[in-house]
């Protein structure tokens, strides 16, 4: 088969893939390995649900497998994209499809911290904050950053940005209307931070205490790029020194908050299960993006009567997705 499809997917956008290619619909197979491991023998392009680990055990089993996407929202089961990377496995990024979600959902995730009911001080002056007036970062640059970059401006908030794969001579400030600052400055200027980074191994614990050492004191930070981003131990410091003032994660790793770990019990963690991306809306053009990027790349294939051919596919860089 062409595609094999593990989640539930909008009906029209089933069809006009199923009349391009040879796809299976089988959410079933999720949740059966043995007919997964025979399914997948021949499958080309792979949707998968976020509750489905995509490892090197699986990967194993589809020696055809040129594209794996997600479409669906919820708590995630871990992609392993080394094992991706040595298989020729391309992760298909819908990020952009995500942008308007990502960007109501962090606004929420800021006001909800900087309106809090405790908001008030010993002596009663309101501590609460508001956007229009604030220095806001964006730690990511991610098509939900420019999303958001433009939200927060109408607020009246001043967007300054970092990412570590972009200089700051790249035309996409300019374009997004993000100021772009050094690291160091980033932290020290921000009252709130929102992290949009794709997650790459490479930036596991990037958010350490060289990172947090900079932060403005009572700083709030939003994330919606996996915890693992974070160094736990630098980070319950800096909440303890008053370096941060609170942390939401939208995508955090299991047992995060456990008894035993440093975040454990700390006031102003929050935790939610990837509710960024659980609208009808976001998951709609998520399967749209999906069913017409498994098209491009599967058609030449088609093209030549052979869609298990280990033909080799279009690369996808993060920007690009």
């Not at 456990?258 to 809306?281: K, N």
């Amino acid at each position: 088969m062409d595609v094999l499809i593990l989640d539930t997917f909008d009906g029209p956008v089933l069809r006009w893939l199923s009349e391009r290619h040879r796809v299976h619909h089988a959410p079933e197979l999720a949740h059966d390995p043995e007919g997964l491991r025979q399914a997948l023998a021949t499958t080309a392009a792979l949707v998968a649900p976020p509750s489905l680990r995509i490892d090197g055990l699986l990967l194993s089993w589809a020696p055809h497998l040129r594209a794996v996407a997600r479409i669906g929202a919820g708590q995630a089961a871990p992609i392993d994209f080394d094992a991706c990377e040595r298989a020729g496995v391309e992760l298909l990024r819908n990020g952009a499809a995500h942008a308007t979600a990502h960007a109501e959902f962090a606004i929420g995730a800021l006001l909800a911290q900087w309106r809090r009911s405790d908001a008030a001080q010993a002596d009663g002056a309101a501590a609460a904050r508001e956007i229009g007036g604030a220095t806001v970062g964006l730690f990511g640059m991610q098509p939900g950053s420019r999303a958001l970059a433009a939200l927060l401006q109408a607020f009246g908030a001043r967007v300054v940005g970092y990412d570590p794969s972009l200089h700051a001579s790249d035309a996409l400030w300019p374009r997004w209307q993000v100021e772009p600052l050094p690291l160091r400055d980033f932290m020290a200027a921000c009252d709130a931070v929102c992290v949009l980074l794709p997650m790459f191994s490479r930036y596991r614990g990037l958010l350490g205490e060289r990172v947090l050492a900079s932060c403005k004191p009572e700083q709030v930070l939003v994330s919606l790029t996996h915890s693992s981003v974070f160094d736990e131990q630098a980070l319950a410091e800096a909440m303890g020194d008053g370096r941060v003032a609170g942390v939401w994660f939208d995508d955090a790793e299991a047992g995060l908050c456990d008894d035993g770990r440093p975040l454990h019990g700390l006031p102003g963690v929050h935790v939610t299960p990837r509710l960024a991306d659980a609208t009808r809306e976001s998951r709609e053009r998520s399967a749209w993006a999906v069913a017409r990027r498994i098209d491009t790349l599967l058609t030449p294939w088609r093209a030549h009567g052979d869609s298990t051919a280990a033909a080799p596919l279009m690369a996808l860089s993060p920007r690009a997705a």
